[in-house]
């Protein structure tokens, strides 16, 4: 038989579960094998029969990866797994487990009662740029200068208001940065900062907060919506697996 082609175990995630438990046929894959665990004492892996080979990391395998850990996580804590991580068997899952009891159960621990919640905040571009004319004087006032000049003798002025323009926006999404994780930070256990896109983008950030202070959360990310509202577009996230704080990494070779 094709070494490509043996099955082996597609491990999604470590949860608190000491007893056999099968969440449905979610497996990654075409087949849709069924999503189950592998226990050792009190905590166990999740895991489906998959072939022992590479996973490309496409939008079919990334959403299979992600909906088995968000099915095991609306009932238990969990500690996602990277991605295209597979072991032989069963028995090597289960070694995997107990040489690594101590570290999931901490982790599971510094988990549980916590939730990921994320946020985005963008510029409204119509907005935003009236607004820094309006709010800096000195750009509004060259930039009606430079109106009034012929087009091939104003092509180093606009170069020098384009310069203006993007120093105001970068002093403006500062300030509202700032702002939101001030607002922010005092309610999360943890943050993690993630890399923004777009000229227009102010945060792109996770934040692992406790359960019973969710609410809490939600009325600050309200307030600055309603603060912010006019000229920014929030995008608010609740309840994800905690990709941005745990991402276990199981070289099976190892064990």
Do not use: W
């Not at 489906?48 to 990334?62: C, H, I």
């Not at 009891?101 to 549980?112: E, V």
């Not at 994800?240 to 991402?247: E, L």
Request: hydrophobic share 40%; with cysteine; net charge negative.
């Amino acid at each position: 038989m094709d070494m490509e082609l043996k099955q082996g175990k597609y491990i999604y995630c470590i949860t608190e579960l000491g007893q056999p438990r099968s969440f449905g046929p979610l497996g990654i894959g075409s087949a849709g094998n069924e999503v189950y665990t592998v226990c050792f004492g009190d905590i166990a892996a999740v895991v489906s029969d998959a072939p022992l080979k590479r996973y490309t990391l496409s939008r079919e395998n990334s959403l299979a990866h992600e909906r088995a850990i968000e099915k095991v996580m609306a009932e238990h804590p969990v500690l996602p797994v990277r991605f295209a991580t597979v072991a032989e068997d069963e028995q090597k899952v289960t070694r995997i487990l107990e040489h690594e009891y101590d570290r999931f159960k901490d982790l599971l621990d510094s988990i549980r009662g916590k939730k990921e919640l994320g946020l985005k905040a963008i510029f409204k571009e119509d907005v935003i740029y009236k607004d820094i004319l309006q709010k800096y004087h000195h750009i509004k006032v060259l930039k009606d200068k430079v109106a009034a000049l012929e087009p091939q003798k104003a092509h180093l002025q606009r170069m020098e208001i384009g310069k203006m323009v993007e120093q105001a926006l970068e002093q403006e999404k500062q300030a509202v940065r700032l702002d939101i994780l001030d607002s922010l930070s005092p309610l999360a256990a943890q943050i993690k900062s993630n890399n923004t896109y777009g000229e227009l983008m102010i945060i792109n950030a996770a934040f692992l907060v406790e359960e019973k202070r969710e609410a809490e959360f939600d009325q600050q990310v309200q307030k600055l919506e309603g603060r912010y509202g006019e000229k920014v577009r929030f995008n608010y996230v609740g309840t994800v697996p905690p990709f941005n704080f745990i991402n276990l990494v199981i070289e099976t070779g190892n064990y």
